[in-house]
């Protein structure tokens, strides 16, 4: 049995979801992070620390110790492509540090947010080799596998095994308190039986990605606190990060892009919306702050936390402006967004399951400060500067101390190790593994001065460049992210050629990027584009951003006929029909019981888009969600009667469709956020006798959720029913036929 090196500290590694650098009040943000204060107050706080811009790359580096396209994720797992640099597959020639810490005596266990699983591995049928569980090294995982989930309504796994919530929301239901419960109870079961062996826990919360969903009573805590608007609280940030001394003295604040609008230029409607969407994402924010605190609370009570390495990474990129300028919650039955007063009147059930929201660009823009830049632009220090803390009582001796140095998550790996006085291994399974690129930044704990060993770092996100050299940066923006839109669909398109202008900063001295020295220093220029060059196709970062166009959309492509039993659950989109766009046929055999039946036979999405079909009453209903609304819907006119029935309904889009070679990136893109609106003429029948037509306004829809035969798993695709609405008679088979998608 391997054992850990001598007074080895447990590690535990906390990762937050997309925050901007100036978001806390431990660096001069305006939202109150108590548990981070704590924290910080037992450690280092650093200000010169960097992220990859986007979720599944910045994972990737952390958790492995090299950039993130060395290990196939220079884009999320949902948009891979077939380039080494892209494909989400973790290459054998490297080791995780889960992994490594594991074959050197430690026990170790994720909870949480997982988004470095490749897509076409995410079913009952495997393979499992990339999984939490698999190659990256953890013994135990508890969470979701994807880039957002519903924090009322999760997809989770237990390890490989799909697993439904331990309750509803109206019992108290709420994903970040249940995996800080599932990581205090490992930790409970860690100690009983294995005290004296040290343990990795990598705990990374869903929040604060969109939805934004969060209890009402801590959403109060912050009515008001945003009225001001974006353009003062960015100010207020900016001068309380002064005060602070968490930016240097010569920082400047850097200007409003002239592509967002003021705030003084917003309606008095818009800007009771846009304050209301912050107070939300505040709220957010602080309830996920109290579960770190309650989860490192054990640590204390358990008498462990001297020798417990913290790390907390409030953001695994800048601020996300992927709610466009006005945000993003209720919905039109064809996609489109209603009007300001509408959305304003249901503005009180925001936080809520009712509404997959995200504030507006400006406030991700505000909570930068004072940098240029949010999530997805790696031109600029916005979406890539994060606040680390680090805190080891019995090692670091400098109590809420300030550190300057640059450093990178792929820094974090050799930070452990040598924390942990293990040597990583040069070679695994009889594969040599490539050196670290991250350097350790255990020599700041004692010299607060020292220089960066950390001199060089390329970044690039969505066809954003940047190059960090010993204090200069160069970088290439190739649009503003908050024109982009649903970021999916920019990742899934590629960008165009770049022909944008580059810029440059001496950082040294320039700490907010607010100088732009391109044209007096062109030489310099030139010196960093042609590194920039280099360090690219090193790491496999060329071409920059592919798109998906030349890979498979999942494993159904071709498929028309897809059959299932009772019992069946839990199918991922990408495994299932897609049955918001073309004709298809459902089939149903089963069986009413006398007295008989209630319940789902089959439903697909859940509250934000779907399709179900339903016994309520005793009658037969056949339903379809888009966008959270209703959009077309039969109900028989007599109840279901008892015995063997088949029932088939039958859905023909009231437009032509498209033949030819499938463009991947529109399928995706359809699939994710919804296309155009696809009216279709829906009928029922019944043992071969017709029981039901409609017209459906719209079936074009964005299923976030799964397919399910015999109940409803997730959030309800129609009110009508509490999920799980488990169907009481029997279901024999459930069959769908549909056109497939053409091969591409």
């Known amino acids: 049995m391997p054992q850990a090196p001598k007074n080895a500290p447990n590690i535990v590694v906390i990762l937050i979801d997309d925050v901007g650098f100036g978001a806390t009040n431990v660096f001069g943000g305006p939202i109150s992070t108590p548990d981070l204060t704590r924290l910080a107050g037992t450690g280092l706080r650093y200000n010169n620390f960097h992220v990859n811009a986007l979720c599944s790359p910045s994972r990737a580096s952390l958790l492995t110790g090299y950039n993130d396209r060395q290990v196939g994720f220079g884009n999320i797992e949902e948009a891979a492509s077939k380039h080494p640099g892209y494909n989400t597959v973790l290459p054998t020639n490297v080791t995780p540090i889960a992994e490594v810490l594991k074959e050197h005596g430690y026990n170790t266990a994720a909870f949480g947010k997982w988004h470095n699983t490749p897509y076409w591995q995410i079913s009952a049928a495997g393979p499992f080799d990339l999984w939490p569980t698999g190659r990256w090294g953890f013994e135990h995982f508890y969470g979701f596998l994807a880039a957002a989930d519903n924090q009322y309504y999760p997809r989770l796994y237990r390890d490989q095994t799909p697993v439904e919530p331990s309750s509803t929301p109206e019992q108290g239901y709420y994903f970040t308190t249940d995996i800080t419960n599932e990581a205090i109870r490992w930790m409970h079961q860690h100690d009983a039986v294995a005290h004296d062996k040290p343990f990795l826990i990598y705990y990374a919360t869903g929040a604060t990605h969109e939805p934004h969903h969060v209890p009402k009573e801590w959403i109060a805590k912050y009515k008001g606190k945003f009225d001001q608007g974006w353009d003062v609280i960015r100010q207020q940030s900016f001068d309380r990060q002064k005060a602070l001394g968490v930016i240097p003295a010569n920082a400047e604040l850097t200007p409003r892009p002239s592509t967002l609008p003021a705030w003084d230029s917003l309606s008095p409607d818009e800007k009771k919306l846009l304050a209301h969407q912050a107070e939300v994402y505040a709220a957010f924010t602080e309830e996920t702050d109290q579960e770190v605190g309650r989860l490192l609370a054990t640590l204390r009570e358990e008498g462990i936390s001297d020798n417990t390495l913290v790390l907390e990474i409030f953001g695994d990129n800048g601020g996300s402006a992927e709610g466009g300028f006005l945000g993003k919650d209720v919905k039109n039955p064809d996609g489109s967004t209603p009007d300001v007063r509408t959305r304003l009147a249901d503005s009180d059930a925001l936080g809520s399951e009712l509404y997959f929201n995200h504030y507006a660009a400006a406030w991700a823009w505000a909570l930068t400060s004072p940098f240029q830049g949010t999530k997805q632009d790696a031109a600029h220090l916005g979406g890539t500067t994060d606040p680390l803390v680090i805190s080891w009582p019995a090692r670091i001796h400098d109590a809420n101390g300030l550190r300057g140095q640059f450093g990178h998550l792929n820094d974090i790996a050799p930070t452990l190790y040598e924390a942990a006085g293990i040597t990583p291994p040069s070679r695994t399974a009889g594969i040599e593994q490539i050196p670290l690129e991250g350097k350790s930044l255990l020599y700041t704990f004692d010299h607060p001065d020292a220089p960066s060993r950390h001199r060089v770092q390329y970044f690039t996100t969505s066809g954003n460049l940047g190059i960090y050299s010993d204090g200069w940066w160069a970088g290439q923006l190739a649009q503003e992210t908050w024109e982009v839109g649903d970021n999916r669909v920019y990742l899934a398109r590629g960008v165009q050629p770049r022909t944008h202008p580059w810029e440059l900063y001496r950082l040294s001295d320039d700490y907010s990027q607010a100088h732009d020295l391109a044209a007096k220093y062109p030489e310099k220029l030139k010196e960093l584009q042609a590194l920039f060059q280099k360090e690219a196709i090193r790491n496999h970062a060329d071409p920059i951003r592919p798109g998906i166009d030349a890979y498979p959309l999942g494993t159904t492509t071709g498929q028309t006929v897809f059959t299932y039993r009772s019992g069946v659950d839990r199918v991922s989109t990408r495994f299932a029909p897609d049955l918001g766009n073309d004709p298809y046929t459902l089939s149903a055999d089963v069986d009413i019981p006398a007295g008989g039946a209630q319940g789902?036979?089959?439903?697909?999405?859940?509250?934000?888009?779907?399709?179900?079909?339903?016994?309520?009453?005793?009658?037969?209903?056949?339903?379809?969600?888009?966008?959270?609304?209703?959009?077309?819907?039969?109900?028989?006119?007599?109840?279901?009667?008892?015995?063997?029935?088949?029932?088939?309904?039958?859905?023909?889009?009231?437009?032509?469709?498209?033949?030819?070679?499938?463009?991947?990136?529109?399928?995706?893109?359809r699939r994710w956020v919804g296309g155009k609106p696809v009216p279709a003429a829906v009928t029922l029948s019944v043992d071969g006798a017709p029981a039901g037509q409609a017209h459906f306004s719209n079936i074009a829809l964005s299923s976030k959720e799964t397919l399910d035969i015999g109940r409803d798993l997730g959030s309800a695709v129609s009110p009508a029913y509490t999920v799980p609405a488990a169907f009481t008679g029997h279901i024999d088979k459930v069959t769908l036929t549909t056109p497939g998608l053409i091969n591409q």
């Open 600 to 669: 789902v036979i089959f439903a697909e999405g859940g509250r934000y888009g779907g399709v179900a079909l339903y016994v309520s009453n005793g009658r037969l209903v056949y339903e379809v969600n888009a966008h959270g609304v209703r959009t077309g819907q039969i109900v028989t006119s007599a109840p279901l009667p008892v015995g063997k029935r088949h029932i088939v309904v039958t859905v023909a889009p009231e437009q032509e469709r498209k033949t030819g070679k499938t463009d991947a990136a529109a399928e995706m893109i």
